[in-house]
């Protein structure tokens, strides 16, 4: 296949796959072609200024004048605008502005633990030299107003900023799949399931290729190895994910290392990653790299901060919520018939079975017309699962109850699971009895934790996840818990539901046996 073959003539070059980036205008193409890392750089850098700069206004305003004329605001202005390029450099040697090119699924929540420990180390260095040298107004309400709104500004910064990105042509990254096999396909299938990670699949290649997926149609084979360099300049690929291709081990390394000489990233699927998360810690044995996996550690004192923290954030959220959660009642009542609040038996912690609690979302006879709408379930076409039932603009869902679950709030009974010890705000998603039948031997592990509200399972694509991958992932979040990963699922979570994320057409994935409601 010569290059000018390449891309078939009437190749989309719209949306996420099929095509090269389009360019708009002569300044839309000068930003265009700088790509990704150009854009978010500036962009989380001005986010960064902005909070700060605003951070330190409110901490002088919350600070009364001085009347024996020591305190002077332009002073401590300038030895604040001084310290700036020291907060840029400190971030840029902690990965602040250069994760998101490298890792597509970056996020704010990854950035919070790095962002919070910077302010903290500067704030009170900070605090500490001024009351050593006696320069400008050492306040400790001072600080610590500053310090408690630029967590706040430039956490929050960070997040419009990417959301502003996300939407901009340089943000998208024309990618390459090297194997167009099991694997491979599988790689593509994500991608296009999550526009979020900005990557557009350009294509496949693959020397002895798989037949695609009906759904992949769109994507063309490009071609073997030795066309990737031609690939990587005339489609102007950003990104290489090497995937498992049927060519032997020896050229794939060959092509990796011609690759580095090129301005790309590239991504490699690990052997056994069904087995490796995306916390994997690397270390070295000479020159040899290996993946650390090791063993669980669910300490009893581990599951005592776990169940603290599940109880106090449930407690004072069902507390803060309360009007919120009456007007929703109020309106379910108005609206239909029948109870405010669906009971439904779960699978929980030690095969122990619960009530989970959900406000009502569907009319009343919801499961006595199921035969009627069981033929809209999405996971009955395309060779999909059997034991997932999923209708999008289900028929049975009320008025209320579709903004109910664009926004997951039909799940803040949930709380009162969690209140009662039977959930946790994170865990393995809680399934009901006849799809729990399907799990056996190592998924079992998955109830060695209590079921939660959200889990990798909510933030990673819910219901177009396929059951298998849904146990692999419950297990994986089990056997590698801990506290921190808890709080980036959360704050992820919390992201997903302010832009109404949960399931374009509401509802969630489900057993054909399940009762009433579907989630």
Not at 469 to 475: C, G, K, L, S
Request: charged share 20%; proline share 6%; aromatic share 8%.
């Amino acid at each position: 296949m010569s290059t000018p073959e390449l891309l078939r003539p009437g190749t989309s070059t719209d949306g996420v796959v099929g095509g090269v980036r389009p360019r708009s205008g002569s300044v839309g193409h000068w930003i265009d072609a700088r790509g990704r890392g150009w854009l978010i750089h500036r962009a989380l850098l001005a986010a960064d200024l902005v909070g700060l700069s605003v951070a330190f206004l409110v901490g002088e305003l919350s600070t009364p004048k001085r009347v024996d004329g020591t305190y002077d605001i332009y002073f401590e202005a300038g030895l604040f605008l001084l310290a700036l390029p020291l907060w840029v450099v400190c971030a840029k040697l902690a990965g602040l502005y250069d994760r998101d090119e490298e890792y597509a699924d970056h996020s704010t929540a990854d950035d919070v633990l790095g962002v919070l420990q910077l302010l903290t180390l500067g704030t009170w260095l900070a605090y500490a030299g001024m009351s050593v040298t006696s320069l400008g107004n050492p306040e400790l309400r001072k600080f610590f107003v500053f310090w408690a709104t630029a967590v706040a500004l430039v956490t929050a910064g960070r997040a419009i900023a990417r959301a502003v990105c996300r939407r901009m042509p340089a943000y998208v990254q024309n990618t390459l799949i090297v194997g167009a096999g099991d694997v491979g396909q599988d790689v593509a299938h994500k991608i296009i399931q999550h526009p979020e990670f900005g990557l557009r699949v350009v294509g496949f290649v693959d020397s002895e290729p798989k037949p695609r997926s009906s759904s992949l149609d769109d994507l063309p084979l490009l071609g073997s190895l030795e066309h990737v360099t031609a690939l990587v300049r005339e489609l102007e690929v950003e990104r290489v994910i090497i995937a498992f291709g049927a060519d032997p081990h020896e050229k794939i390394l060959a092509l990796i290392r011609d690759l580095k000489d090129q301005p790309v990233q590239v991504d490699v699927v690990p052997r056994f990653f069904e087995m490796i998360p995306s916390t994997a810690q690397f270390h070295g044995l000479q020159s040899m790299s290996l993946v650390s996996l090791p063993p669980p550690r669910l300490s009893s004192s581990s599951l005592f901060l776990k169940r603290t923290m599940d109880l106090v954030i449930a407690a004072g959220t069902l507390a803060l919520l309360s009007p919120l959660l009456l007007l929703i009642a109020v309106a379910i009542k108005l609206e239909s018939p029948g109870p405010v609040i669906f009971r439904q038996v779960r699978m929980g912690k030690g095969d122990r079975r619960f009530s989970v609690l959900k406000f009502r979302t569907m009319v009343v006879d919801a499961d006595e017309r199921k035969a009627e709408v069981a033929h809209l379930n999405k996971h009955r076409m395309n060779g999909g699962d059997p034991r997932m039932f999923k209708i999008p603009n289900d028929p049975r869902t009320t008025g209320v109850g579709r903004v109910l679950r664009r926004y997951s709030l039909d799940e803040l009974p949930q709380l009162w699971n969690v209140v009662r010890n039977e959930m946790s705000l994170v865990g393995p998603r809680p399934l009901i009895l006849a799809e729990d039948l399907h799990i056996g031997d190592w998924g079992r592990r998955r109830l060695d934790l209590k079921p939660g509200i959200t889990g990798l399972w909510q933030v990673l694509g819910r219901d177009s996840i396929p059951f298998e991958e849904m146990v692999r992932i419950d297990y994986m979040y089990v056997t590698t818990w801990s506290l921190w990963n808890d709080v980036r699922i959360m704050v992820r979570t919390f992201s997903a539901m302010g832009r109404g994320e949960r399931s374009p057409h509401g509802g969630v994935s489900t057993s054909v046996a399940a009762i009433s409601e579907p989630g």
